[in-house]
């Protein structure tokens, strides 16, 4: 094929997203016309990726350099080191939250899970911190474990995986963390080789999507709320906001492009060590540091005056946000370029040789993308705590492939 199956589903999403941002409803501020080719660019751009990547492919000198390729199977033990942190990490949030009810009745609401208290600890405060942050990491790994026995048809597993997501959005009273499932369905459909597929579990995966969907639906009417206009509406907050940023209307960042703003892509991972150092009683302001505190900012996006709350891990102005800050329009299409390249290089990898290092980068990256209509992942921990660990703690999770 002349482009990756799973840049066909990023082509289709980040489409779909443009398309309704030009639908808005007249009480939500429009996308500006800047943003509108920024967002085309990138589709486009991310098109061009993935061509140069597969008719690359093709070349007699391409394949003589990928056959020099190894692969890297993930060792036996680490799907149960996961997935046994991630409940134990879930039933810590979920006691804390039953203690400060029972016992202080102080009603835990959702953005409260996120956070600590000002009444506990130092030393208690950092360890839930950590915890979150080692929930989400261990979330990302599970997604990986979830498209790997979804391909071995291991349903036990998958069934594992399935049910440890709901607990966690029940928990937390969350929407995300089914929707995370359900594109990993869709994507994992994208990538079937349907011709060898049976197709009744194809039509068992669709009946897996349909009950997931039904139990969002469920949180969402808990919450007082529409599924439908609800997604409608988190789409339009992401290009009302992404063209602020582009035409400069809330005069936030600089009318002209700033050395500071190269490191705006690194945001996450300056938040990080920020607060790292910040926990040793170090008041240290840094660029990125600022970037996440100002997403925490409520805007006004709509004329019904409904403000946002905007969260550090649930920001708004998509994954475009900070590529467009460093460098511009050309910023967003080298990103677009580079995501193009790399998931397509990784899906071919994953196919041509069962590799699940590939497999892992494959739904990350795409996962990563995908979501970005929502918001971005540079801004986040998490995006940086699963780069460092496929990266300096390759050799503990993957193991080479001696039988290939």
């Known amino acids: 094929m002349i482009i990756s199956r799973s840049i066909i589903l990023l082509i289709i999403i980040w489409s779909a997203y443009l398309i309704n941002a030009l639908q808005a409803p007249d009480n939500f501020i429009y996308i500006s016309l800047n943003s509108t080719i920024l967002i085309f660019c990138f589709i486009l751009s991310i098109f061009i990726g993935s061509v140069v990547f597969n ?29 046994i942190t991630y409940c134990l ?3 810590i ?73 709901i607990l966690e959005s029940f928990i937390y009273d969350s929407r995300g963390i089914l929707l995370s499932i359900v594109f990993a369905f869709i994507l994992y459909i994208f ?51 992404l063209s602020s940023v582009v035409d400069n209307t809330f005069q936030v960042f600089y009318n002209k492009w700033s050395f500071d703003n190269i490191f705006a892509i690194f945001s996450g991972l300056d938040y990080l060590v920020t607060i790292l150092i910040r926990g040793f009683g170090i008041p240290i302001q840094t660029y990125g540091y600022e970037i996440v505190k100002f997403l925490d900012i409520p805007q006004l996006v709509s004329s019904d005056f409904i403000n946002y709350t905007f969260l550090a891990r649930n920001t708004f102005y998509s994954i475009l946000f900070e590529p467009y800050l460093s460098l511009g329009f050309v910023g967003v299409i080298f990103f677009g370029l580079a995501t193009g390249f790399v ?62």
């Open 55 to 83: 008719l690359n492919n093709y070349s007699n000198k391409y394949k003589l350099y990928s056959s020099n390729y190894k692969s890297l199977l993930v060792r036996n033990k680490i799907f149960n080191f996961f997935l």
């Open 191 to 241: 990538l079937l080789k349907l011709k060898k597929q049976n197709s009744n579990f194809i039509f068992q995966s669709i009946q897996s999507v349909i009950i997931i969907i039904l139990l969002i639906n469920i949180i969402e009417m808990k919450r007082g709320g529409n599924l439908i206009i609800s997604i409608k509406d988190y789409l339009l907050i992401s290009p009302a906001l």
């Open 93 to 165: 949030i979920f006691l804390r939250k039953t203690f400060y009810s029972e016992f202080f009745g102080i009603e835990i609401f959702r953005p409260m899970l996120f956070s600590t208290f000002k009444q506990e600890p130092h030393i208690f405060a950092a360890i839930y911190v950590f915890l979150i942050y080692a929930k989400s990491l261990a979330f990302s790994f599970l997604i990986f474990f979830f498209f790997k026995y979804l391909f071995a048809k291991n349903y036990i597993k998958v069934f594992l995986i399935i049910s440890a997501a």
């Open 343 to 404: 998931i397509s290089k990784h899906e071919y990898i994953y196919y041509k040789y069962n590799c699940d290092y590939s497999l892992f980068c494959l739904q990350f990256f795409t996962g990563v993308i995908a979501f970005g209509i929502f918001g971005s992942g540079f801004s986040t921990v998490t995006l940086w705590l699963v780069l460092a660990s496929i990266i300096f703690l390759k050799s503990m999770i993957f193991v080479k492939n001696t039988t290939k």
């Open 89 to 91: 990490i879930l039933l």
